[in-house]
């Protein structure tokens, strides 16, 4: 670059000194190769090679402050020397012309030389761990797999998708006879145990979900919780084989990442309770229930839970049944509810009829069942029904009468959805005076343990309040709690109450004043009737 480096005696450098003049680089590379060589082996993205950010800041304001230093002490002495030049006892002086012509020239051919490798590497090697995805931060989640894994991952959802265990058993198997487990593939063996589990093959499952836990456990707190549920799935299969020992401690490792997990919270006093921990459950289900965060149906879980176990429990809220003697009953108007295809049996439509009677003050019939042809109403790509071709046959079957005597609801229980949307829990008309209910995803995170006699009609019901008030052009609620909220996803739906909200009563009772005919008296064999489904699934 038209520069010679040389001694205080215009000499040409010895190695002691050449080491010298560049001390800090030779400390500090070594340093730096471990660094890069020691992350990207565990997995590391190579963008990421020296670790964490916090690393690289204080690493290169280190090297900032050092160049200023440099920079300084040129300033003060008349040859320019900077403070690698004293340590060696060197000089910088200018290059003869001559020799400069030839360096430029060496310097020229080096670039060029460069630069076609810049464009010829990149073609030859294959793209790895370089990109970083998108809520990423540490070494233990897969970075970016390979075009073989990420077509595998592929294959296996599409088997898992057609309901073929068998065969993902089989990809998942063929993969991993040609590779290793890592942090890119090492979720493949959670989709073989699932495959396993779903096949009732306990062993599969087990010896499945534990390969991933090495992988799991070098993660970070951040990206380990994101798969607490393989711990709580292992746990979950462990007491299917008896193990009981290794389940508990599977679900408590679990919620150590998952703390909030309120269901496998619950799981867990069941299981110490089937383990012969009795006294460990109860304090564990008292503890629970002493929570502030508990969603109303968590308490009931958790109080009938203590019933069971004989111990004795507040209960929140009690039907009173002078409340709805004094209550006027409109016969001008009805509620129908119609079973239609894939009808949950568990759900126990004529108590929810009586549900819908006491909070609308208005009569409730449960017709007989209706089947319609799967092929008119059923999206065999989405496989969920097209909530607005079951409106459509609704209309035909029972057409709404001008003088507005009664809105029909549908149930099923297979998934729906309706216009621009990809799934919804109703879809409804009310200008038609129409609507159909799914109980599909309101009852798919139902567990055995969970009082599913209780949740799930329990369920359902606030669910029917929400359609009948949409029936029935009513606005949403702008609470919460409100069973006629709008909610976007099942953990918003469960902090829904079943008992009416203000701005529900004020337009019911409007609705009735131009509906519901001449009030009447509820008689008191129904004012019992009512009594005992709001005790039997806790209503309010």
Not at 47 to 74: A, H, K, Q, S, Y
Not at 111 to 134: A, H, K, S, T
Not at 307 to 313: A, M, Q, T
Request: net charge positive; glycine share 6%; charged share 25%.
């Amino acid at each position: 670059m038209g520069v010679l480096v040389l001694d205080n005696k215009d000499r040409k450098l010895t190695l002691r000194q050449a080491i010298l003049r560049n001390i800090v680089s030779v400390i500090l590379a070594p340093i730096y190769l471990l660094l890069v060589f020691s992350n990207l082996l565990v997995g590391q993205l190579a963008n990421r090679g020296l670790g964490d950010p916090r690393f690289l800041m204080w690493f290169f304001g280190g090297m900032v402050v050092w160049e200023v230093l440099e920079f300084i002490t040129m300033l003060f002495n008349s040859k320019r020397r900077a403070i690698h030049d004293f340590i060696a006892g060197t000089v910088v002086v200018r290059q003869p012309i001559e020799e400069r012509i030839v360096s430029y020239r060496k310097i020229r051919w080096a670039l060029i030389f460069l630069l076609v490798l810049n464009l010829i590497i990149p073609r030859v090697l294959p793209e790895r761990n370089m990109q970083l995805e998108i809520g990423q931060t540490t070494p233990g989640k897969p970075s970016r797999p390979d075009l073989e894994t990420m077509s595998q991952f592929r294959q296996v959802m599409e088997r898992l998708k057609e309901d073929d265990y068998r065969g993902v058993i089989k990809l998942v198997d063929e993969y991993f006879q040609g590779h290793s487990v890592t942090a890119d593939n090492f979720i493949l063996l959670n989709f073989k145990a699932l495959a396993h589990s779903r096949l009732n093959e306990v062993d599969g499952a087990i010896a499945s979900y534990e390969r991933t836990l090495p992988i799991i456990r070098k993660m970070n707190n951040v990206e380990e919780r994101q798969y607490a549920s393989i711990f709580f799935s292992l746990g979950d299969q462990y007491f299917k084989k008896g193990k009981k020992d290794k389940g508990i401690a599977s679900l408590e490792e679990g919620l150590t990442l998952e703390p909030q997990n309120s269901f496998y919270q619950i799981v867990l006093g069941e299981y110490y309770n089937e383990s012969g921990q009795k006294t460990r459950a109860i304090s564990h289900y008292r503890e629970l229930l002493d929570s502030t965060s508990l969603l109303e149906e968590e308490g009931i879980v958790l109080r009938r839970k203590l019933k069971r176990l004989g111990e004795k429990v507040n209960e929140p809220f009690l039907f009173q049944s002078e409340d709805l003697s004094l209550q006027p009953f409109y016969k001008g108007f009805v509620i129908r509810l119609l079973p239609i295809n894939e009808f949950d049996p568990a759900i126990p439509l004529k108590d929810l009829c009586l549900l819908l009677e006491s909070k609308f003050l208005i009569p409730c019939q449960v017709l007989d069942p209706v089947k319609f042809d799967e092929k008119v109403i059923l999206d065999p790509n989405r496989n969920q029904y097209d909530g607005e071709k079951i409106l459509d046959l609704l209309d035909q079957i029972h057409p709404f009468p001008k003088n507005k005597q009664y809105v029909l609801v549908a149930v099923t229980g297979k998934d729906i959805y309706g216009k621009n949307t990809s799934f919804v829990y109703s879809w409804q008309n009310w200008s038609k005076g129409i609507g159909v209910l799914s109980s599909n995803r309101i009852a798919a995170s139902i567990g055995a343990v969970y009082e599913p006699e209780v949740v799930l009609p329990r369920r359902v019901g606030i669910q029917f309040i929400s359609t009948v008030a949409r029936v029935l052009g009513f606005e949403k609620a702008t609470k919460p709690n409100c069973p006629t909220s709008y909610p976007n996803e099942l953990s918003e739906f469960l902090q829904k109450s079943s008992k009416l909200c203000e701005s529900d009563i004020r337009q019911r009772d409007e609705f009735l004043k131009h509906y519901g005919g001449a009030p009447g008296r509820f008689d008191a064999a129904r004012v019992r009737e009512i009594q005992h489904v709001y005790a039997a699934y806790y209503f309010r």
